[in-house]
């Protein structure tokens, strides 16, 4: 597998959050932000994640290479009777990048497992599309080695059977579940820790140049505030957020200062 460098992921997702209009202004906004250059643009990826419906508008909209889009969600077949879901071949033909999996929302309400969201996976890999995996433990623990565990069980059922060839396309989101919707983001320390661990158990499961190539970044709650101190830590590799990226100037301030944190 040939080596790529790394760049740094900024990546918002609306949830179900705007209607087309509103989408398309958002992308218009922040596409011309990208294409004004800003420094030390070429460090970095930024991609964001509306609803379904305005995918195939941004089409048009979205030209600047640095600036990608996605969906929330895929089903795992590209077409035949599965009513109302969407497929991995038309998220691809609406211009999509990104495909975000797992959330602890879909888990949750929808009721997703670990095996549904490994054949969706495995659909968006097929399809040429980059997978975020959502992974996250439910509730905080004074012992670590129960995350580890719970983490460990996820990254290794969520990327079942996929070649080795394909892991360099897969996007791994660490999104504690008691973090995300929070006043704050997790504490530093133990997001540390956590992607320590997930960077050891890549290592132990791909070898240690998988694992260094692999692409992590932590989401929950993410803050203008906490956004420098997160994308200093090692074994990151980008934020992922919620809630503060649905104001475009809000979400440029962001890009901004994780701009200046990596030239720092």
Known sequence: MAKTPKKTLIGAAWKMNKNTGESID??????EFILSGPDGLEDIEVFFLPTFLPLFSLKSIITSPKLKYGSQNSGWEDEGSFTGEVSPAHLKDAGCSYVELGHAERRSIFMEDDEMINRKLKAV?????????????????????????????????????????????VVIAYEPVWAIGAASSAPIGYIEESLAFLRELLEKEYGSSISQRQLIIYGGSVTPE?????????????????????NVEYFIEMIKIALDTIRN
């Open 26 to 31: 958002y992308a218009k906004k922040l596409n």
């Open 226 to 246: 906490s956004t420098p101190e997160i994308l200093s830590l090692k074994n990151i590799d980008g934020i992922f957020i919620g809630r503060a990226s649905l």
């Open 125 to 169: 890999l097929i399809n040429d599309l980059k997978p975020i995996l959502c992974i996250g433990e439910k509730e905080k623990s004074k012992d670590m080695n129960d995350v580890f565990k719970f983490l460990a069980n996820q990254v290794q059922s969520g990327l079942k059977e996929v070649d080795i060839d394909d892991l360099e396309k």
